[in-house]
Nanobody, 125 residues
Framework: HVQLVESGGGLVQPGGSLRLSCAAS????????MGWFRQVPGKEREGLAT???????AYADSVKGRFTISRDNSKNTLYLQVDSLKPEDTAMYYC????????????????????WGQGTQVTVS
């Protein structure tokens, strides 16, 4: 069983930055495809970024250049550095894991993410 716990959200002014964290349980954390998503009530969930076991990253065009995904396998922790925040970045941010070996080889926002955290709220105002 995998548990994911996000933290680091909060209220920030436009142009500000935050560092979101996602602490994961699981012995094979280092092999997982991991991603960050966000959702605004009443809207579809939006994929933001993924990172595979070797550290290869991929980003949605909407956040490319402003958001940076990273992972520390020694701490079983996933990060999302969010810079140059805009009011439209206000959302609940979630981390997720795709544990199937297939996604280890092809980690991207279209993967089947099996486990999700409870989310951390980011408000830009």
């Amino acid at each position: 069983h995998v548990q994911l716990v996000e933290s680091g959200g909060g209220l920030v002014q436009p142009g500000g930055s935050l560092r979101l964290s996602c602490a994961a349980s699981g012995r094979t954390y280092s092999k997982w495809c991991m991603g960050w998503f966000r959702q605004v009530p009443g809207k579809e969930r939006e994929g933001l970024a993924t990172i595979d076991s070797s550290g290869i990253t991929a980003y949605a065009d909407s956040v490319k250049g402003r958001f940076t995904i990273s992972r520390d396998n020694s701490k079983n922790t996933l990060y999302l550095q969010v810079d140059s925040l805009k009011p439209e970045d206000t959302a609940m941010y979630y981390c997720a894991v795709a544990v199937d070996v297939a996604w280890q080889l092809s980690c991207h926002l279209g993967a089947r993410f099996d486990y999700w955290g409870q989310g951390t709220q980011v408000t830009v105002s």
